[in-house]
């Protein structure tokens, strides 16, 4: 079962926007983490947050985490036409790898 | 490696069939799980190794699905009598530890089943 759920399901905006994902999880975690999926390829890790931070950057990627909320947004800044992807917040919960637990993606259309 | 290599990329298989997919994790990372990715959806765990052994393989939906990772690196995930619902995208990802961080996948296979 999927415990991520994110928001929107798509998103299309303009070349130079920003981007804004929501994430939302059920039981508690010990870290979250942001992935990109281009059409017809792998995942790509864009960055981890773990449960006693609340907000980390990377870049043009903005991520914060309310754990009181259970949720977590994904800020993609000044987006480009190259950021065009489907993106899946995963979560790791309990003590070990028990393997992260991905959302159901949303998938963001750049526009040139 | 490089990176996590999958292969076959693509496989299509009449029902019925068996097929063996093969996953070359990153050199030296503990950790390889497996996920089956259907059309539109996240990736679904499947199995976790831990070196050569299987600690968890909860997410593998029957007894027709098996994964082996006989010496600690190369893996296999083997589906046996494939129906058509086992159609899907099936990622490998490696780590270099054992308490998960990020993961690296590779391409994936795409199973098609007729």
């Known amino acids: 079962s999927q415990q991520g759920e994110e928001d929107p399901q798509a998103l299309s905006i303009q070349e130079g926007e920003n981007a804004t994902m929501n994430c939302s999880y059920k039981t508690s975690i010990n870290n979250l983490?942001?992935?990109?999926?281009?059409?017809?390829?792998?995942?790509?890790?864009?960055?981890?947050?773990?449960s006693n931070e609340r907000e980390k950057h990377s870049g043009r990627l903005r991520v914060t985490l309310d754990t009181s909320k259970k949720s977590s947004s994904l800020l993609i800044t000044a987006s480009r036409a190259a950021d065009t992807a489907s993106y899946f917040?995963?979560?790791?919960?309990?003590?070990?790898?028990?393997?992260?637990?991905?959302?159901?993606?949303?998938?963001?259309?750049?526009?040139? | 490696?490089?990176?996590?290599?999958?292969?076959?990329?693509?496989?299509?298989?009449?029902?019925?069939?068996?097929?063996?997919?093969?996953?070359?994790?990153?050199?030296?990372h503990v950790s390889l799980f497996w996920y089956q990715q259907a059309l539109g959806q996240g990736p679904e765990f499947l199995t976790y190794f831990q070196n050569e052994a299987q600690l968890d393989k909860s997410g593998l939906p029957s007894d027709r699905f098996f994964a082996e990772r006989p010496e600690g690196s190369v893996s296999t995930l083997k589906i046996q009598r494939t129906q058509q619902e086992d159609s899907a995208v099936y990622?490998?990802?490696?780590?270099?530890?054992?308490?998960?961080?990020?993961?690296?996948?590779?391409?994936g296979s795409r199973l098609t089943v007729l």
């Open chain 1, 89 to 112: 917040c995963a979560t790791l919960s309990g003590g070990g790898a028990d393997g992260l637990t991905f959302g159901k993606g949303t998938h963001l259309i750049i526009q040139p």
């Open chain 2, 1 to 28: 490696g490089a990176g996590v290599s999958q292969s076959p990329r693509y496989k299509v298989a009449k029902r019925g069939q068996d097929v063996a997919l093969r996953c070359d994790p990153i050199s030296g």
């Open chain 1, 33 to 50: 983490q942001w992935y990109r999926q281009n059409s017809g390829r792998g995942l790509v890790h864009l960055i981890l947050i773990r």
């Open chain 2, 91 to 107: 990622l490998c990802a490696s780590f270099v530890g054992t308490n998960t961080g990020e993961l690296f996948f590779g391409e």
